[in-house]
């Protein structure tokens, strides 16, 4: 195992309004000597000014930001195999991406940083990556987790509904696995990456959609109602959204119930 070691906080900073960084969060960033952010090209600009708003609001002391690209990722449909192919390609060569920014970016006892959008637990590469920097044994990282407030937490407030129902379970899901999950299990369903409209393909009158997009900015997007009625309408939002802002960022909750019964 290498001795170079690195200090990496993993701060979650909230699913996009800045005041939903946590004081923990906030004491965190006063503490790192250096912030490492991922672009994501200039269609996603929004997502790195933020970060670079939090740094600028909350920072102490001499500190510097490090911008590194992003690698890119193949999206296109596939099975589940090539996915997961695809996904391991990915991170072994943001990992190096990673790996060299530390190494070069960092002196012997500063303390680095990655904010990470809503919490570091949810549907986040940077832990894993991390880990697996670790597992090669080139760079000895010892890693500090700050949670933040998911999107499904933000999500749920916006729509001012608890997130599960008396007694029953709930699941999370990324989209491409919600035939996998199913109606049969008195549970509702939160849907994550949904690049394909997948609850158009939900059926049943009773079956209710709390849906939001750019949650917590100015750009934020909420439709409810059951999904026959309000499928369309989020189709529209969502074409729209993307053609203006370049990129969409959404979740949703599936309540196979009435509204009634949730209270």
């Known amino acids: 195992m290498s001795t170079e070691q690195r200090a990496i906080l993993v701060i979650g900073i909230g699913a996009g309004d800045p005041d939903q960084l946590t004081l923990q969060a906030v004491q965190a960033i006063r503490r790192a000597d250096v912030f490492f952010i991922v672009g994501k090209g200039p269609h996603k600009a929004s997502l790195t000014d933020l970060r ?3 740094i600028e609001d909350h920072a102490r002391g001499p500190y510097r930001v490090v911008e590194v690209e992003d690698p890119s990722r193949d999206r296109r449909p596939m099975d589940r195999s090539d996915y997961r192919a695809a996904v391991r390609d990915w991170r072994e060569r943001r990992g190096e991406v990673f790996e060299k920014a530390m190494r070069e970016e ?9 904010l990470v959008w809503g919490d570091p637990s ?15 044994g080139a760079l000895s990282v010892s890693v500090e987790v700050i949670p933040g407030i998911t999107s499904v937490a933000s999500l749920t407030a916006r729509h001012r509904i608890p997130l599960n129902q008396v007694g029953r379970p709930v699941h999370i899901t990324p989209a491409r696995r919600l035939a996998d999950v199913g109606q049969n299990d008195d549970g509702d369903i939160v849907v994550m990456l949904d690049a394909h409209e997948s609850f158009t393909r939900i059926a049943g009158d009773d079956v209710w959609i709390y849906w939001g997009a750019y949650l917590g900015t100015p750009d934020e997007l909420l439709v409810a109602g059951p999904v026959h009625e309000v499928s369309d309408r989020i189709r529209q939002l969502r074409a729209e959204a993307r053609e203006r802002h370049g990129w969409i960022m959404d979740t949703y909750l599936l309540r196979f119930t009435t509204p009634t019964d949730d209270r």
Do not use: P, V
């Not at 986040?124 to 090669?136: P, V």
């Open 52 to 54: 670079h708003r939090m």
């Open 122 to 136: 949810l549907y986040d590469s940077t832990l894993g990556i991390l880990g697996d920097i670790e597992d090669r």
């Open 106 to 114: 960092m002196a012997a006892g500063e303390t680095g940083a990655f």
